[in-house]
């Protein structure tokens, strides 16, 4: 009898201990799918491929990318690096969520890979790559991952942006000739580039009328929109003439060919124009054939996306990229020298100051107590002051001096505008990095132009000259064995470029007034 007691109180023991553990198991499950931490649930946006591997191989994926991780370090360590490519592919498409290896991954190819490489063409072929891995397969599969923005952004800020690596201007030549092949001119219209449609039935219905019946059934029927496509860019960016577009209007035409250009930019290069306008809008116009835009266009989707550590990280790129795209954001010549090298040069984008501005003091109220953000605003402010100065905006310059004084007293800022400007100037020169030196060399060329507009020669001859020892004071401090990757471009063409711009952007009055000017200065002319 007690047998049989024991017995029947084991047994209810063990349905009660079943019964606990089913309903455990089915709150695990519930978790584990609502946080999507199975290793059976279907990535969002996913491929065939991806969707295959997920179901067929399940919780073994894991154990395959563990051996493809193994290949590839195999690879690397005997220079094998074009079969990486392949197997860092296979890697994200096995683990899609495991964003941290694809992070990796893409920094190890534009960071490491590339530096093997002696050609300035090689290394851009794996900076390029290591953003293809993440922004065109990682970020499929993860499109609101504040990591991969934050890599993404990181690799243009630094990598692209800074001096780090001697092919830097080539990458920075490469991703201006790349994005000028999309926009064919530039500046463009962003509220008409925002407002274009992509998709073919879309757009098909923005066609009014009978008469584009054919262009119509070209544009929504897919392997004809996609020879349309592929001609346009092999054409150079222009239309194929082929019966239909031969016929239609030029207004047509034009809208066509922005269809196609706005549809590369969001299909491959993963930019959306709404959100590049709006960037614009919120703080002021950014040259978008410059990493610095690019950086913070990334960060701003991490931004969105983060919260914590991740989320400071994106508001210092958002900062430090608006301050390094002031310090020299605009892109002024961009052509192939005789050698076959690019030819870059920039200023500095001062519309962009008050922005820059704007934006420390939404991180300095968020983290008020933050040594770095705070000695990050303060060397912005005084190097804003002496480029501001540099460019004739004296009263917004003065501004940022009070400013100065107010938030961070300083005897040394206690001084006249001018006394304050001219001696941050002097150790400027000696420890100015490339966006600095060409920002004091052009914004006293631009001195020298505003004055000669004005008929004051003689501080127009003054200007010059400083610009003229801004340019050998930086070429002698930086040192010949760096002047591959940080040497400024030869001064008598800084000196033409600057003259260029003045005339394309003053008034018409004041710029025709300094054409005349250039013309009738004879050999003083400090142009010349």
């Excluded at 690879?75 to 941290?100: D, N």
């Excluded at 040594?371 to 002051?385: G, T």
């Amino acid at each position: 009898m007690k047998t049989l007691l024991k017995i029947s109180i084991g047994l209810v023991l063990v349905a009660l201990l079943l019964v606990c553990s089913y309903t455990v198991q089915r709150r695990m499950n519930r978790i584990r799918e609502t946080e999507k931490l199975t290793a059976t649930v279907v990535v969002e946006n996913a491929p065939p491929v991806v969707a295959f591997t997920t179901l067929a191989l399940g919780s073994f994926r894991g154990i395959v990318a563990d051996m493809l991780w193994l290949r590839l370090q195999r690879k690397q360590e005997e220079g094998s690096y074009f079969e990486m490519v392949q197997l860092a592919s296979w890697i994200t498409k096995l683990q899609p969520r495991f964003t941290g290896a694809t992070a990796y991954l893409a920094w190890n190819m534009a960071y490491n890979i590339s530096v093997t490489f002696n050609s300035p063409e090689d290394r851009w072929r794996w900076v390029q790559r290591g953003i293809e891995l993440i922004r065109d397969e990682a970020l499929l599969y993860n499109p609101s991952d504040p990591t991969l923005f934050k890599e993404l952004g990181w690799i243009y800020q630094h990598k692209l942006g800074q001096e780090m690596d001697d092919a830097n201007l080539y990458y920075k030549w490469q991703l201006a000739s790349q994005m000028m092949e999309v926009f064919g001119e530039y500046p463009v219209d962003w509220e008409e580039w925002a407002g274009m449609p992509i998709k073919p039935d879309e757009f098909a219905e923005s066609l009014a009328g009978d008469a584009f019946t054919g262009l119509k059934r070209l544009v929504v029927d897919p392997p004809r929109l996609d020879e349309l496509e592929s001609g346009f860019w092999n054409n150079g960016g222009e239309l194929p003439q082929t019966p239909i577009i031969e016929v239609l209007d030029p207004q047509t035409r034009t809208r066509l060919e922005l269809f196609l250009r706005v549809r590369r930019l969001q299909n491959g290069l993963k930019l959306d124009p709404e959100r590049m306008a709006a960037l614009d809008a919120e703080y002021g116009d950014f040259d978008w054939r410059l990493p610095e835009a690019h950086a913070i266009y990334w960060a701003s989707r991490g931004l969105e996306a983060s919260e914590g550590a991740e989320n400071i990280f994106c508001e210092r790129m958002v900062f430090q990229s608006l301050h390094n795209a002031f310090s020299g954001g605009r892109l002024i010549y961009l052509e192939t020298g005789e050698d076959g090298q690019p030819i870059l040069q920039f200023t500095p984008n001062v519309e962009l100051a008050d922005a820059v501005n704007a934006a420390y003091h939404v991180s300095l109220e968020q983290h008020e107590e933050n040594r770095s953000v705070r000695s990050s605003h303060k060397n912005y402010l005084r190097h804003a002051i002496v480029t501001l100065f540099t460019f004739g905006r004296n009263e917004q310059a003065g501004e940022y001096l009070e400013e100065l004084r107010e938030r961070y007293p300083n005897p040394d800022y206690n001084k006249p505008l001018e006394d304050f400007a001219l001696g941050e100037l002097a150790g400027d020169i000696g420890t100015a990095n490339y966006d600095q030196g060409q920002g004091l060399v052009q914004g006293y060329l631009w001195q020298t132009c505003y004055n000669l507009a004005l008929g004051e020669f003689d501080r127009a001859a003054a200007m010059e000259l400083i610009a003229r020892k801004i340019w050998l004071r930086y070429m002698d401090t930086i040192g010949r064995g760096t002047h591959k990757r940080r040497g400024l471009a030869p001064f008598a063409e800084m000196r033409e470029s600057a003259f260029r711009r003045c005339v394309e952007t003053f008034p018409p009055e004041l710029a025709a007034r300094l054409r005349a000017a250039a013309n009738e200065f004879g050999d003083q002319n400090p142009l010349r």
